[in-house]
């Protein structure tokens, strides 16, 4: 079973040292925010889009998870704006480090059918003493979800089997038998073959609970 859960943690897994932040990566922002404390990536998941593959059939999902990515560094002004282009040019940086850090880590990969899209931002502010910058970067990941996902697993041990043949082999050719164990199998009478709504063969296997 694959969650966004899952992915966002496979993301920080796979970030953790694979940047200039080292292992200043940190999810739902819980960071700490002491002095010095930069650069760092915080992760969270905003958003979840959850297709249909069809009315018919078990419920089956293509889902897009984002997973956004968000870098804070924080520099000291320098003449002429300098310390603007300067964390532009440390974010694209970045950028790059986190983009190889994810596609093709296979803990990730093998949960996904792809990146349907990257969507990247800058953002700086010069306006203090220290120049603040951040990257925010949305991860489209794409999944499969089944109707295993979405049913709880029995965890009650089983205690038999029991097999019943209505046979399309031996029938009554004429005969109606009141409440039959597969209704919407059973040929309308009168009928050339079966399932005519009769028992014609039973095993029954009892486990055993040691």
């Known amino acids: 079973m694959t969650t966004t859960a899952d992915l966002r943690r496979l993301t920080m897994q796979a970030l953790k040292g694979a940047t200039a932040a080292g292992d200043n990566v940190f999810s739902a922002r819980s960071w700490p925010i002491a002095k010095g404390d930069y650069p760092l990536l915080y992760l969270h998941s905003p958003a979840e889009d959850m297709e249909s593959l069809g009315r018919n059939g078990a419920p089956q999902f293509t889902v897009t998870a984002i997973i956004r990515v968000s870098v804070r560094i924080q520099l000291k002004a320098l003449p002429g704006n300098a310390a603007a282009a300067k964390s532009i ?122």
């Open 89 to 210: 040019d440390e974010l694209e940086l970045f950028q790059q480090q986190i983009k190889r850090a994810l596609i093709n880590y296979p803990p990730l990969m093998e949960r996904l059918q792809q990146f349907p899209f990257i969507r990247s931002q800058i953002q700086e502010d010069g306006e203090g003493a220290l120049e603040l910058a951040e990257l925010v970067m949305d991860i489209g990941m794409e999944f499969y979800q089944g109707p295993e996902e979405f049913y709880p697993i029995p965890t009650e041990p089983l205690h038999q089997l029991s097999v019943t043949n209505d046979l399309l082999n031996i029938v009554d050719t004429t005969g109606t038998y009141p409440e039959p164990m597969f209704p919407e199998s059973v040929t309308p009478a009168p009928r050339a073959a079966g399932p005519d709504g009769r028992s014609e063969g039973n095993f029954l296997y009892e486990f055993s609970q040691e």
